[in-house]
Antibody, heavy 123, light 110 residues
Framework: QVQLVESGGGVVQPGGSLRLSCAAS????????MHWVRQAPGKGLEWVAF????????HYADSVKGRFTISRDNSKNTLDLQMNSLRAEDQAVYHC????????????????WGQGTLVTVAS | QSALTQPASVSGSPGQSVTISCTGT?????????VSWFQHHPGKAPKLMIY???KRPSGVSNRFSGSKSGNTASLTISGLQAEDEADYSC??????????FGGGTKLTVL
């Protein structure tokens, strides 16, 4: 069965950096685009970043552009999110999510999600 | 990248139907057939309920249905059950090749 397990969350000071990882299993990781989605305390879901199945195309929310970098290693079935210059408003549970349809498409929705990893930004 | 607009809360009695709206623009909801709906409970991973406007993943009850008209998508839950009480969020692909979520709707089963 499909499993997505995030790790790397923790407490970081404003301006600091953190690297999140997502370990994927149960599907052909290299065939699917992946996303990071976050949810701040008491707030709704916020889309953060997208990476195409082969890593050749990446897109970011305006709120994180220039500070966050999404990457993947298809040989290790892992997805990463490097977060720099962290701000209080970045504090959230970060989920990795799989796009439902393979290949170059936006179809299929986010069909599987990890449980999330908590990032706390505080001095 | 403005969030899609959803009502903060909706409610209904067991057996009734409720509809949750999700309003965007012609650059997202109105421009693409890539609207999804998610059910989520605090502390748990969101669950995909509807994708590509009206398609239902295997295992999701046929009491859940999706539709779209212009810039507004809708999720309808028929035959409301206590277990349906949760938060529901919509998402859409956008013309900027990004995705956007709605603010979420809390469904209360009375």
């Amino acid at each position: 069965q499909v499993q997505l397990v995030e790790s790397g969350g923790g407490v970081v000071q404003p301006g600091g950096s953190l690297r999140l990882s997502c370990a994927a299993s149960g599907f052909t990781f290299s065939s699917y685009a992946m996303h990071w989605v976050r949810q701040a305390p008491g707030k709704g879901l916020e889309w953060v970043a997208f990476i195409r199945s082969d890593g050749s195309d990446k897109h970011y929310a305006d709120s994180v552009k220039g500070r966050f970098t999404i990457s993947r290693d298809n040989s290790k079935n892992t997805l990463d999110l490097q977060m720099n210059s962290l701000r209080a408003e970045d504090q959230a549970v970060y989920h990795c999510a799989k796009l439902g349809s393979p290949g170059i498409t936006a179809a299929g929705g986010f069909d599987y999600w990890g449980q999330g990893t908590l990032v706390t930004v505080a001095s | 990248q403005s969030a899609l607009t959803q009502p903060a809360s909706v409610s209904g009695s067991p057996g009734q139907s409720v509809t949750i709206s999700c309003t965007g623009t012609s650059s997202d909801v109105g421009g693409f057939s890539y609207v999804s709906w998610f059910q989520h409970h605090p502390g748990k991973a969101p669950k995909l309920m509807i994708y590509d406007v009206s398609k239902r993943p295997s295992g999701v009850s046929n009491r859940f249905s999706g539709s779209k008209s212009g810039n507004t998508a809708s999720l309808t839950i028929s035959g409301l059950q206590a277990e349906d009480e949760a938060d529901y969020s919509c998402s859409s692909f956008t013309s900027s090749s990004t995705w956007v979520f709605g603010g979420g709707t809390k469904l209360t089963v009375l």
